[in-house]
């Protein structure tokens, strides 16, 4: 943690330097612990009086538990995400219009969630590549849940696939299988300013209220495969999270 702090610092000087903009701050945050979290949301809510815009980006394809007991990937990409959401939720409502952008994938069509092993890593051949589809699978029924649940509070929600954006998302692949995995990036996979596009999108275009908790690619709004439309399961998911995290 102490390296991406520093490579946190390092990242708003530059930013600060590039765009002379002396407001850009860093702020360190570990999303595989809920303690960080925690810590993370108090310090904020007690620095910053003004909460327009989160985006809920981070993503991570690893095997590993958390020191919360939960499998990496699922506590990275869905569980830190929603419990730093919920810390901040009452700060985002008072600041209203206010968006919550939740960073997903198309590797959700491959998901699977069951609410009551939530936080079990799937077992398996494939059991990493699984966790990150079911995670991103948990962040396209989030954003679902969570337009449903503010309606009417101004304040919106939306998933974004990003594009398959080459940044070092697959650093942890299994060894046997980055020689597939690298051509294949070179082709498909976006460089991260074009990635970022379709997520800037989603925090900054007009008019996007009336289409909050939909799922976006760079071609707009998209239906999700269909169990990223099933209403009972984004319930069940929050309502397992919110067990998760003890809220």
Known sequence: ?????????????????????????????????????????????????????????????????????????????????????????????????????????????????????????????????????DSKLANVLHARELATREQGTQVTCYAVHPGFVNTSLFRHAPLWLKPLLLPLAWLLFLDASEGAQVVLDCATQEDLEPLSGRYFTDCGPQVPWPAGRDDRLAQALWEGSERLVGL
């Open 1 to 133: 943690a102490t390296r991406s702090a520093r490579r946190g610092e390092a990242a708003a000087s530059r930013i600060r330097r590039e765009t002379g903009n002396n407001e850009v701050l860093f702020m360190h945050l570990d999303l595989a612990s809920l303690r960080s979290v925690r810590a993370f949301a108090s310090t904020f809510l007690r620095q910053e009086p003004h909460l327009h815009l989160l985006i809920n980006n981070a993503g991570v394809s690893a095997r590993g538990t958390t020191e919360d007991g939960f499998s990496l990937p699922f506590q990275v990409n869905h569980l830190g995400h929603f419990l730093l959401t919920q810390l901040l939720l009452e700060r985002l409502r008072s600041c209203a219009p206010s968006r919550v952008v939740i960073v997903a994938s198309s590797a959700h069509c491959a998901g699977r969630l069951h609410p009551e092993s939530l936080g079990r890593p799937p077992l398996g051949l494939f059991s990493t590549f699984q966790d990150y589809c």
